[in-house]
């Protein structure tokens, strides 16, 4: 090839159906993403796209444009947050100007090699499609040629973020407040988040997103960064002095490189939208739906669950959880999940949070039987049965603490604080994976459980192996391998990702586990909120949401039967609560809401979700269409009173303009007096109102005003005429 000469560019382009990735290499540097966005006609002339992006040269600066590379470069003038950062054996800063040595389609990804021959190194990027859907997964990787190299930082390879853009949205947030949409406005500098919790932490879901000016939920352009790692993950969206703007996302944990290995930066799944932040969620729910969550049996809909634990936490009794599990069954679960406490050793067994992590044996002073007893009572009664595990910890008040401390995450010389009383087992070592997996296998094998509640409740603080070698990174990995092995030897098992709620949430857990546990507020109030944020990244079929009790544990707050149901039938809907509090009303609501749930999920779990814009702060609203737009559910939940004396209407989405839709308000019998004055309001009539998708879609509906705490479910049904 002799581009190396000619000045021109060399560039490739990457399609999906609707998307379009350029890359362009100038004088053999790295390439850089010229551009990212809707699908180029085939005939765009790529050379000439990204000639006309080569910026100019003010005074005063270096005598050529500082380009953002995929791997934007120090030893290349890139001053800002770099590519890459790595070190030789002696400390020395290797800096890199790599020289590109190809650039090519292979297969449905395209794929980057650049050599720097001085530093010893090999750079490799990967931008892969798949043919059903618009997301594009990206990875670099890093091999030391010829010595070895201390790699502090290995990103993604970079993307530019809009110039346009004011603002990104990141995730925030604290245990039971996962998932806080933030807005930050995208101005000169480094926005850096990180976890080096050994989980990806409450505070952190690692993803930016970054609207393009004007953009709304329904319309305008945006660009999607996911980090897909368990456990540990630095995301870096900056802006430089040249105005130059990245996202970068990676493994925030060096790592030592011996000649001929090669380093990953691990996935992040890309995104972009020319329809709203919508549009990003649609693309991003396809590609976990086809390309991440496999479900064992994919045509089984998503069960109803009934958990324990707000009911009887670590009081296992027998006659109690039957009781339970006949009034759940009798409501309409259809998978009980017995949670923590139900193991121990002899003589020791798990009543508080204090012991006995690790000691998976059934407790025979709870189970005198084993768990035969009670699992035959759930399966007579129709329901499978699901059990809680936290495979990575370790109680030191247990018996296999006591068997093995040398197994605990503990460097010599430094006290690991404890979280939870408990302390973490280092997975890497193969006698504790096997110890697990042996753990496992056996009560997967012995009893007919088809699902596990994976939990994982505590940060690491000292995550280096007792050699003092980083952990972080081979954990997470060593976590994967567990999983997947016991997956292997049990494939027809589910497996849910907590982690204290929702620590654990990223697209690489997904590839293995079938439900997140978004957080331990059971508070339908707060789960509103963070199911709608949530929604961006998950589609509600793996989304775990609970019915609480009517004073909800972790806020005090008391809501009524009717919202709590609401919330949790617009994900993966369960009842967490002791059913004996439940009066004669609140059970027949919430068998009544179990039903619709049943009703509805199957095309819910496959359609599209489309978040509204109900033009009134105290609503948070989005609704499911299914995937022919033949039905759809509104939810419409009013968190605060609403401050004009009236509110306006919603506009719906994701509609056929052209078809009508009969649309009803299926809770209509929850019009209450008090909040809002009786006048024929057509959506309160049984049989609703009859309007074009696109009169839904503009004019929208008005709904009845609502005391805070309240939901509306709005139905359509598509018809043939008026
Ligand atoms: C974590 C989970 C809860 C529950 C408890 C049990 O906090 O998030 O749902 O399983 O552990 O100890």
Redesign the pocket.
């Known amino acids: 090839m002799n581009f190396l000469s000619t000045g021109m560019p060399v560039c490739a382009r990457l399609d999906t159906t609707r998307r379009t990735l350029v890359l362009a290499s100038f004088a053999d540097r790295l390439p850089c993403v010229v551009y990212c966005g809707s699908r180029l006609g085939d005939d765009e002339d790529l050379a000439a796209l990204s000639r006309a992006a080569v910026r100019p040269i003010a005074n005063s600066t270096l005598d050529r444009a500082v380009e953002l590379s995929i791997c934007p470069e120090e030893g290349r003038g890139f001053q800002g947050h770099p590519g890459l950062r790595a070190f030789d054996a002696a400390g020395r800063p290797l800096m890199t100007q790599f020289r590109l040595s190809s650039l090519e389609r292979q297969g449905d990804a395209l794929v980057v090699e650049a050599v720097d021959a001085q530093c010893g190194l090999t750079y490799r990027a990967r931008f892969a499609t798949h043919p059903d859907t618009e997301v594009i997964e990206v990875e670099a990787d890093l091999t030391a040629d010829r010595e070895a190299v201390r790699v502090d930082w290995l990103s993604t390879p970079v993307v530019p973020a809009p110039a346009s853009a004011t603002d990104f949205i990141e995730f925030a947030g604290r245990w039971t407040q996962e998932f806080g949409l933030r807005r930050v406005p995208f101005t000169r500098g480094a926005h850096l988040r990180e976890s080096r919790r050994g989980r990806m932490g409450h505070d952190h879901f690692p993803a930016f997103v970054v609207p393009d000016a004007g953009c709304t939920d329904t319309l305008g352009e945006a660009i999607a960064l996911h980090f897909g790692f368990s456990g540990v993950h630095r995301m870096v969206a900056e802006e430089t002095a040249e105005g130059l703007r990245q996202l970068q996302a990676g493994v925030a944990e060096p790592a030592m490189l011996e000649p001929g290995e090669t380093l990953s930066s691990e996935c992040g799944f890309l995104a972009f939208s020319d329809e709203g932040l919508n549009g990003l969620m649609h693309a991003l729910h396809d590609h976990v739906r086809r390309h991440v969550v496999r479900f064992p049996d994919p045509a089984r809909p998503r069960p109803v669950h009934y ?1 324990c ?1 707000e009911a009887v936490y670590f009081d296992h009794d027998l006659d109690t959880l039957k009781e339970l599990a006949d009034r759940a069954a009798a409501i309409g679960a259809e998978r009980f999940v017995l ?2 406490g139900w193991f121990g050793s002899a003589g020791q067994g798990r009543d508080d ?1 204090t012991t006995s992590l690790g000691d998976w044996y059934v407790d025979p002073r709870k189970y005198p039987d084993g768990l035969g007893p009670l699992i035959d009572h759930v399966e007579t009664l129709g329901m499978r049965f699901g059990l ?1 595990v ?1 495979p990575e910890m370790v109680s030191p008040d247990s018996a296999l603490a006591r068997a093995h401390p040398d197994w605990i995450i503990q460097p010599e010389g430094r006290v690991q604080l404890p979280r939870r009383s408990q302390q973490v087992l280092d997975l890497t070592n193969a006698d504790v994976a096997d110890y697990l997996f042996e753990r496992l296998d056996a009560l997967l094998s012995q009893y007919s459980i088809d699902y596990l ?1 994976w ?1 994982m ?1 505590r940060d690491l603080t000292l995550a280096v192996d007792r050699e003092g070698n980083g952990l972080l990174r081979r954990q997470g990995k060593a976590v994967h391998a567990l999983i997947d092995r016991v997956r292997a030897a049990h494939p027809g098992v589910e497996i849910e990702s ?4 929702g620590a654990r949430i990223d697209y690489e857990i997904l590839k293995r586990t079938h439900r997140v ?1 978004l957080s ?1 507020s059971n508070d339908a109030h707060e789960r509103a909120r963070m199911q709608h944020e949530a929604m961006l990244f998950l589609p509600p079929e793996i989304v775990g949401s609970h019915v609480g009790p009517r004073r909800c544990h972790t806020s005090g707050r008391v809501l009524a039967m009717p919202f709590r149901a609401g919330v949790a039938m617009a994900a993966h809907m369960g009842f967490e609560m002791d059913l004996r509090e439940l009066e004669p009303d609140e059970e027949a609501t919430l068998k009544r809401y179990t039903r619709f749930y049943k009703e509805n999920r199957t095309w819910m779990h496959a359609g599209r979700q489309h978040r509204l814009e109900p033009a009134c702060a105290e609503r948070l609203a989005h609704m499911s269409v299914a995937a022919d737009r033949a039905h759809f559910l509104a939810f419409v939940a009013t968190l605060a009173t609403i401050r004009d004396e009236s509110a306006p209407p919603i506009r719906l989405s994701g509609l056929d303009p052209d078809a009508h839709y009969r649309v009803t308000l299926w809770n209509r019998d929850e019009i209450n007096a008090s909040s809002h004055r009786r006048f024929a309001m057509p959506i309160a009539d049984p049989d609703g109102l009859v309007l074009s998708g696109r009169a839904l879609m503009k004019s929208g509906v008005t709904l009845p005003m609502g005391f805070p705490d309240t939901m509306w479910i709005v139905q359509g049904t598509r018809t043939e005429g008026r």
Do not use: L
């Open positions: 958990n634990w949670d923590d949070d809680w936290e509640k939990d409740n907590c982690a204290s709620g546990w331990d």
